[in-house]
Nanobody, 124 residues
Framework: VQLQASGGGLVQAGGSLRLSCAAS????????MGWFRQAPGKEREFVAA????????YYADSVKGRFTISRDNAKNTVYLQMYSLKPEDTAVYYC??????????????????WGQGTLVTVSS
């Protein structure tokens, strides 16, 4: 499975951005896709995920109410719409996928497939 993320950039605080991630290859058994991020000097952290079979979504507390994850099954694409961006949202955002939804919300687990990161910079 290959994941291609796009949509990062520079935005002022309070602004919006939409990230996209297209999956290709052996995608028939992918059951969930999501996003992680890593800010400079900080550990990687979970942002949001979406279950393709059950439609469940899961968000980090830090982005609830500001970010929305959605998908287009026909295009094997997941989106992350980000509103009310804050300087602390500045990070490299990584698109991820797995065959198991539990990989996104189980302590000690992480998704199997990762794309290249896309940089989001929020200026104050």
């Amino acid at each position: 499975v290959q994941l291609q993320a796009s949509g990062g950039g520079l935005v002022q605080a309070g602004g919006s951005l939409r990230l996209s991630c297209a999956a290709s290859g052996r995608t028939f058994n992918i059951n969930a896709m999501g996003w992680f991020r890593q800010a400079p000097g900080k550990e990687r952290e979970f942002v949001a995920a979406n279950s393709w079979s059950g439609g469940s979504t899961y968000y980090a507390d830090s982005v609830k109410g500001r970010f929305t994850i959605s998908r287009d099954n026909a295009k094997n694409t997941v989106y992350l719409q980000m509103y009310s961006l804050k300087p602390e949202d500045t990070a490299v955002y990584y698109c991820t996928a797995d065959t198991d939804w539990d990989a996104f919300h189980t302590l000690g687990r992480s998704p199997r497939y990762w794309g290249q990161g896309t940089l989001v910079t929020v200026s104050s």
